[in-house]
């Protein structure tokens, strides 16, 4: 009776040594590329007009430490979902936001301000 299971136990061994390493994948690989897009911009006063502006721009994405990757400059955490949020210190309305979908594509925002303006940025863009 001993010899089938120590038998089957030396198989084991000897075929979990021979057989290569599992490499986890890093959920992040999704995220990393450049994303071509358009940026809006646009801002207000209380004593003069909002102006609204699109132009043509690339954002690289790259993967730096754990759970991090920079976007637009700014290090961030992003999860497995791809999203991330910060609410900013300045006002209430102020945040900057990050948003990995559909395997191709990147929505960011930035806004912020006060009580006599503010401004607001958005990114639409997919990997190349």
């Keep these: 009776m001993k010899t089938p299971i120590l038998f089957s136990v030396i198989v084991m061994i000897i075929a979990g ?15 990393f590329g450049t994303y071509i897009g358009i940026r809006t911009n646009s801002s207000w006063s209380l004593n003069g007009p909002s102006t609204s ?10 993967i730096v430490a754990d759970s991090s990757v920079t ?5 961030i955490i992003i999860g497995t979902d791809g999203e991330f949020y910060e609410q900013g210190g300045s006002s209430a309305s102020s945040y900057f936001s990050v948003r990995f979908f559909n395997g191709d594509s990147l929505v960011t925002e930035l806004n912020g301000g006060g009580l ?4 607001h940025s958005t990114f639409r863009g997919r990997k190349q």
Aim: net charge negative; with cysteine.
């Design 17 to 31: 040594c021979n057989s290569d390493p599992i490499i986890a994948e890093d959920y992040r690989d999704a995220f």
């Design 53 to 62: 502006y699109n132009l043509a721009d690339t954002i690289e994405v790259f």
């Design 71 to 75: 976007v637009e400059e700014a290090e």
């Design 116 to 119: 006599g303006g503010g401004y």
